[in-house]
C-alpha cells in the first residue's frame, strides 16, 4: 500500500500566487486532515473531512480551502500566497476518528517569496 | 481548549542508555487518547506507542514505554538501549474521544550519541 501520498513534496510560491496542495490515500480512510508544521510550534491543524463531500475548519483556516469529492482525495488550495503561510504541511487519515492514530504523508515544504 | 506541553526542547542520551521525554496535557475530558510520535530528518510522522486514557497499565513497544499519570496529566515516553536510529524529534499528541483534533506539542529534539 502506498499509504498516504503527498505531491509536491517542495515548493517556491510568489506572494500573490496560488497553489493546490494534492493529498491522496488508498487506506479506504474516512477520516482525512491538513495540517502544518512551522519550527518551535508542533503541527496545527488547518482543515479536516470526515467523509467524503463533508469538510470542516480546524485551528487555523484562513488563507486555505479544502474540497473532498471521493473518499481518496482531499486537496488544499491556497490562494493568494503570503510569506506567513511558508511552512511545512501534512496530510494524514484516520480510519473512523483515529483513536488509533493517524497515518501521515511525508509533507510539502512550501516557501513563499 | 487541549492544549500539550513540551516542556524540554532539546535532549540528549548516550547510546544504548535509557531517556525520558516530558509531556504534559491540560483537558476537562476523561475519555481521550495520547500518543508519541517520531519525526525524523525524512520528516515522516511516524507513530511510536499510543495510549487510552481509561486504561490504567502503562503502554509498551518494544524499547518504547510511557507513564501515564491520568491525574498529573502526565504523559512521559522512556526510550531504553538508545540507538542512533532514534535521533529525531519526538511530538506527544493528545486527540480527544469527542472531538476531530488530535493536538500536538511543540516538540523535542533527542540528539543520541555514540
Known amino acids: 500500500n502506498a499509504g498516504v501520498t503527498q505531491t509536491p513534496k517542495f515548493r517556491i510560491l510568489k506572494i500573490g500566487q496560488s497553489m493546490t496542495l494534492q493529498c491522496a490515500q488508498d487506506?479506504?480512510?474516512?477520516?482525512m486532515y491538513w495540517y502544518r508544521q512551522d519550527p518551535g510550534m508542533g503541527l496545527k491543524l488547518i482543515y479536516y473531512?470526515?467523509?467524503?463531500?463533508?469538510?470542516d475548519k480546524g485551528e487555523v483556516p484562513n488563507g486555505y480551502n479544502v474540497s473532498r469529492s471521493t473518499t481518496e482525495d482531499f486537496p488544499l488550495r491556497l490562494e493568494l500566497a503570503a510569506p506567513s503561510q511558508t511552512s511545512v504541511y501534512f496530510c494524514?487519515?484516520?480510519?473512523?476518528?483515529?483513536?488509533?492514530?493517524?497515518?501521515f504523508g511525508s509533507g510539502t515544504r512550501l516557501t513563499v517569496v | 481548549a487541549q492544549t500539550v506541553t513540551q516542556s524540554q526542547p532539546e535532549m540528549s542520551v548516550q547510546e544504548a542508555e535509557t531517556v525520558t521525554l516530558s509531556c504534559t496535557y491540560d483537558?476537562?475530558?476523561?475519555?481521550?487518547?495520547l500518543f508519541w510520535y517520531k519525526q525524523p530528518p525524512s520528516r515522516q510522522m511516524i507513530l511510536v506507542i499510543r495510549?487510552?486514557?481509561?486504561?490504567?497499565q502503562n503502554a509498551t513497544e518494544n524499547r518504547f514505554s510511557v507513564n501515564f499519570q491520568k491525574a498529573a496529566k502526565s504523559f512521559s515516553l522512556k526510550i531504553s538501549d538508545s540507538q542512533l536510529g532514534d535521533a529525531a524529534m519526538y511530538f506527544c499528541?493528545?486527540?480527544?474521544?469527542?472531538?476531530?483534533?488530535?493536538?500536538f506539542g511543540a516538540g523535542t529534539r533527542l540528539t543520541v550519541k555514540p
Open positions: 495510549q487510552e486514557a481509561y486504561k490504567q
Open positions: 487506506m479506504n480512510h474516512n477520516y
Open positions: 494524514a487519515s484516520s480510519y473512523s476518528q483515529g483513536v488509533y492514530g493517524y497515518t
Open positions: 499528541a493528545y486527540r480527544s474521544a469527542r472531538l476531530s483534533d488530535m493536538r
Open positions: 483537558t476537562s475530558e476523561s475519555d481521550y487518547y
Open positions: 473531512s470526515v467523509g467524503a463531500g463533508i469538510t
